[in-house]
RNA sequence: GCCGAUGUAGCUCAGCCGGUAGAGCAACUGAUUCGUAAUCAGUAGGUCACCAGUUCGAUUCUGGUCAUCGGCUCCA
């Protein structure tokens, strides 16, 4: 019986049933084959050496598309477990997925893999990718396919397929040379397709993500159509060392974390704090114009008073507690209580609401050794946080303002971000209909203002589910900065009232967010997103000043206090050395401007601006150059 | 917290098989007074992360602790 195969560009052809899709594309556009990992059968991913079994619609995925890229890396890391697995006799699969910027593969083996093993890995892939062997696909019931998996010793393959759904009878494996793998597919047709590959670094990772599981040895690797995108995305990873916010927190002299003062706990040096107080001065006046009340709690309360609110129960692993006069303190990981209290010093009616308490509150978390870095990740930070106590009435417009804030704030330096929403986890507190209700608030808001979102299930605050903000950094890690928490159980357990238009006594409900989240890992992926190079209006410092030789000094003071004075950071760097070596450091230290001062600039009593990228301004009247300052920071670049 | 790696001068890094340490840059001093990314010379600087052990002797070997880095888990 023929069949009819709809192609990309519509053509359609017939062919016998069964046809392999690599024969109908040679039938259609021999040319294209050269590059093509896969195909797509009626949208579904599957093999070239797929049968075709009715009419279809067929489209190639390209080695060039992110498809095409993901299955070449699901391949290469099947190569690489046939290399590791000849290279180290008896190491275990378990899985190997590509990933964003590459693939990784987890074994169990007796002994440690150490980066000094890769040069035989790679030896030994590149000798599997030479004998050009077919990735073939077979299917095998389940019973087979514990059989044979069994008798391999692959009990995390094996453990795969016995936790498979029941209605799934058959499963497939992939084989290349004597390489057997459980594996969905599809891949590309032969090992030989691989031009470049790298491996990248071993690590330790938890069999299925549960840190109660077995730890596996983990190999990350990457891999590309063609050698000159593997080397531009390692140049990529060098680059991005470059910026790292930890060597430019260094290097510009802005924080140090010290050994001795303890891990997790920032020290901000002169550079650093200055770019801190900007940041939060623009803050608090932004929060300002959008009705937020500013208040301050204390660092320590009573335990009892975290006990009443839950954290006691729940975050208790990640608080630290101090006694007082043989009373117990919670140091604070949270700004809300003492919100709470603001809120029930008073009875508050129905039109006082909403009301928006805002705190730039240091908190402290315990958290655990291995996950701090730098400043994305401490134990001490300031939070710009807010509670708003509200009607149910009010929080879709609350939610609204706050997800428009936060678009406004992102703009300023930017960012882009992805929103998600996540829902109930299992250590909660509070009732389904208060999640519910919740939940849905929250959707709905986000539903109302057409942001679209992902869900992210089961990733919510103990006391209430939240829309995060993602925003990508110069290493295209995500970093949750703002979040929105939407909160019933709080205004609960403290019993928060306020008396409605029909003189009863109703329950607020409440809103924790934070815009840039935390000011330290704000600052972090602010300094990695700029590279160092940090707008004007937020540089610690805006401009030097550099002297072509001594005798040039006493002009630039007069310029230097001109410049102070109309509230320019400026810097004096009269150093006896010359122009191009002044150049030079101020170049590194990335700022903005650097004026030269020599005979020229004296006798027109004018400033010869450079900026750090390079461009010569020509001479300047300092006034010009206050004014040209001032209507750049004032655009916020 | 878990897996692995690392810890030598302010920074980046050498230091073979155990005999108490070097380089470049930075710093300091002097000379030089110079026009858009490094002037020259000299000087100083280290309990080799910390604590034990092995040894005649440990930066080097062994164990532990702490910290950092790459991940996992967790998270602002």
């Known amino acids: 019986m023929d ?12 062919f016998k049933e069964g046809i392999p899709a690599i024969e109908a594309v040679k039938a259609w556009k021999q040319e294209a084959l050269s590059s093509a990992v896969a195909v797509k059968i009626n949208k579904t991913p599957v093999d070239l050496s797929s049968p075709i079994k009715e009419d279809s619609k067929l489209e190639l995925i390209d080695i060039s598309s992110s498809e095409g890229l993901s299955i070449l890396r699901h391949s290469i890391s099947h190569v690489m477990a046939q290399a590791v697995q000849e290279v180290f006799p008896g190491a275990k699969v378990s899985i190997g997925p590509s990933i964003e910027d590459g693939f990784y593969y987890d074994f169990e083996y007796q002994e440690t893999f150490a980066v000094d ?12 990718i030479d004998a050009d062997y077919p990735f073939v696909r077979e299917e095998f019931s389940r019973a087979a396919a514990v059989k044979l998996f069994e008798e391999k010793k692959e009990n995390y393959k094996v453990e795969l397929i016995n936790d498979l ?3 799934v009878q058959e499963v497939s494996i992939y ?7 459980l594996c969905r597919g599809p891949h590309i047709p032969s090992t030989g397709m691989i031009k470049a590959f790298k491996l990248l670094n071993v690590a330790g990772a938890y069999w299925r993500g549960n840190e109660n599981n077995k730890m596996l040895q983990r190999i990350y690797g990457t891999g590309f159509a063609t050698e000159k995108e593997l080397s531009e995305y390692l140049n990529l990873l060098e680059e991005a060392k470059k910026r790292d916010h930890r060597r430019l927190g260094r290097e510009l002299d802005l924080f140090q974390v010290n050994e001795e003062a303890g891990p997790g706990l920032v020290i901000f040096h002169p550079k650093g704090m200055l770019l801190r107080y900007l940041i939060e001065e623009w803050e608090r006046k932004e929060h300002l114009k959008r009705g937020y009340d500013m208040v301050m709690g204390p660092q320590i309360l009573k335990v009892d008073l975290w006990k009443k609110s839950g954290h006691f129960d729940h975050y208790r692993e990640n608080m630290y507690f101090t006694e007082v006069d043989e009373q117990v303190y919670g140091i604070k990981p949270m700004n809300c209580l003492s919100h709470m209290l603001i809120y029930k010093s008073k009875i508050r009616s129905y039109r006082d609401l909403p009301l928006r308490y805002f705190e730039l509150g240091t908190v402290h978390r315990h958290e655990k050794t291995g996950v701090l870095h730098g400043l994305l990740r401490v134990r001490q930070f300031t939070q710009d946080d807010a509670h708003i106590l509200c009607m149910p009435e009010q929080l879709n417009s609350e939610i609204r303002a706050i997800a428009d804030f936060v678009n406004y704030a992102m703009g300023i330096f930017g960012f882009e971000y992805e929103v998600e929403l996540s829902t109930r986890p299992e250590n909660s507190i509070g009732s389904d209909e208060d999640w519910d209700l919740a939940t849905t608030a929250l959707e709905n808001a986000l539903k109302d203002n057409n942001i679209t979102y992902d869900v992210n299930e089961g990733d919510g605050a103990f006391y209430g589910p939240k829309i995060d903000f993602k925003l990508k950094d110069a290493l295209k890690r995500k970093w949750q900065c703002a979040t929105i928490q939407c909160d019933f159980t709080l205004p609960e357990r403290f019993d928060l009232n306020y008396i409605g238009a029909d003189g009863e006594k109703h329950r607020p409900v409440m809103l924790h967010r934070v815009i840039l989240g935390a000011v330290e890992r704000f600052m972090g992926v602010l300094i990695e997103h700029y590279a160092g190079a940090l707008p004007v209006w937020l540089s610690p410092v805006q401009c030097v000043l550099l002297t072509v030789t001594d005798k040039h000094i006493p002009y630039a003071e007069t310029v230097h206090n001109k410049l102070i004075e109309a509230g320019i950071r400026s810097e004096r760097y009269f150093d006896n050395e010359k122009l191009g070596y002044k150049i030079r450091q101020a170049q590194m230290q990335k700022i903005p401007y650097m004026l030269v001062i020599g005979d020229k600039e004296i006798e027109a009593g004018s400033v010869a601006p450079r900026s750090r990228d390079g461009k010569n301004l020509g001479s300047l ?17």
């Open 3 to 14: 069949i009819k195969v709809t192609f990309s560009d519509n053509k359609e052809i017939s």
């Open 117 to 128: 093993d890769f040069p035989k890995i790679e030896k030994r892939m590149k000798k599997i």
């Open 165 to 167: 759904p029941e209605d």
């Open 175 to 181: 084989k290349q040379g004597d390489y057997i793998d």
């Open 621 to 637: 009247p300092v006034d010009e150059f206050i004014a040209l300052l001032q209507e750049i920071c004032a655009k916020k670049q």
